[in-house]
């Protein structure tokens, strides 16, 4: 807590830094302990309403930074305008409602921002803004008219004015009704063809996919577990060496990786297609083979 006059901005600064040569506690051995940079930022009393301020630092060795997430707030921040929301799921009369608590004054702010995103799946957040201040409550159908089946998606709640955003609300988790089919798909067998370059490293993935997800098994294995004009068992000569690779030579000595399985569960809706493939390229030269697969 700081106390500072009225018409005086604020001065913040941060860094992290070193790049020296010490000795890690534990197993870690000796690493680098590098200069990060710094953040040096000043905030006029319009910045002390509460809302998330991002910075990146300046001045690392070799290019690199830190990026950190701040606060200011006047007096404190249970009485700031941009106060963080409470988010929570409610099922009645056979609707699913997303549904939030916030203290702060409606007068201060524009609305509220809503994010989801699909927790099988990595990846962003979609954002749905909710431009009333005093709403609380939206039907998942007002953000998407059509839920895939058999996931588990994450709802947060952000208050906001302009480009400026309060602290986001706790993740609402609402699991979606299970899919009334479910298809095992087992990739059994491969054939390459006679234009696959014979470099060292080769990546790879097999996929099956519906409209309401998807099922994956990417791997990254070596020229000896394929060759050009052959035919081969994805699990026997494929995903087994590469794992009894990586079980003996470890994962920084053999930078190899693949499933433990060959199958994949696909969640499927009446009349859905169910559409699957194989992608694999070398290092140097990509090569798409949808060649037989048997599943």
Known sequence: MLTIPRDQPLALTGWEGGAETVFMDGEGGWGTYYDLGQVIREHPESDWDGHTITASSEGGVDGRSFTITYRLCRDSCESAAFQRPLAYIVEAASETWLCWEWEGNEADIDGFMVSFH????EGAYFAVPVREPGRRCMLLSDISSTWPCGNSFAFRVAAYRGAQESPYSNEAVWNSPE???TVQVTFE???TDGELPLTN???????ARGSSGFGLLPFRTY???????????IMGHIFEPTNSALEVYGAERCNCYAPT???????????????????????????????????
């Open 201 to 207: 490293r080769i990546f790879g993935r097999f996929l």
């Open 179 to 181: 899919c009334p089919i």
């Open 189 to 191: 067998t491969i054939r």
């Open 261 to 295: 399985t060959n199958s994949v569960i696909v969640g499927l809706e009446p009349d859905d297609t169910l559409n699957f493939s194989a992608d694999s390229s070398s290092m140097s030269t990509p090569w798409h083979n949808r060649s037989p697969i048997r599943c």
């Open 118 to 121: 699909d927790m099988s799946r």
């Open 223 to 233: 020229r000896r577990f394929l060759a050009p004009n052959s035919t081969y068992s």
